[in-house]
């Protein structure tokens, strides 16, 4: 049963929510771990392709992450060529993946009001067709900062998965 509990969670089953992810292993001493998660009519290979689909642009609400510029709505050539250390998301750095499988990404600095930041997007097999979930890890954040965060992120990630998972549907 798909269960919300806002702003940590949205979108994810029990076992979702359970699950551990390379992100958990990034942060040291973790002060809050949020998932998210959507279903998509798309096979998983596709829907892999659609979240490699990253490294191109943030696919939220452009006009706050993206300078207004529209993200692609037809995959990139060569956007799923990943590597280690790849910039991505203005902010964030690949430091794990396996190909049809899991996207593992930290923030390339720990200076501010939020410290230690990996996120883990993972691609699943479901009777639907896929689910794509995401678990937010994050260590060193102010707790009223943090609440803040989760809310902000909650909003920006729920649009970013939606809209991959119907783009990899269509």
Known sequence: MVRVDLPEHWGTTAAERARRTPADDL???PTDRW????????????????LCQLTVAP???????????????????????LAVGQ???IVFVIDSFVAGEHLTIRRRT???PVGEFAVT???????????LTATVVLDGTHPVVGKALAWGDLVMMRRQLTLLC???GR
């Not at 998932?35 to 659609?50: I, N, Q």
């Open 27 to 29: 942060v040291a001493r």
């Open 59 to 81: 696919y939220s609400y452009d006009l706050v992450d993206n300078l207004g510029r529209r993200s692609p709505r037809t995959l990139t050539p060569g956007a799923d060529d």
């Open 121 to 131: 997007y993972a691609v699943h097999d479901d009777p639907a067709g896929s689910r």
């Open 110 to 112: 720990t200076t501010g």
């Open 35 to 50: 998932t998210r998660g959507a279903t998509s009519t798309a096979d998983p290979a596709v829907l892999w392709r659609w």
């Open 87 to 89: 910039r991505l998301l």
């Open 166 to 168: 119907d783009l990899a």
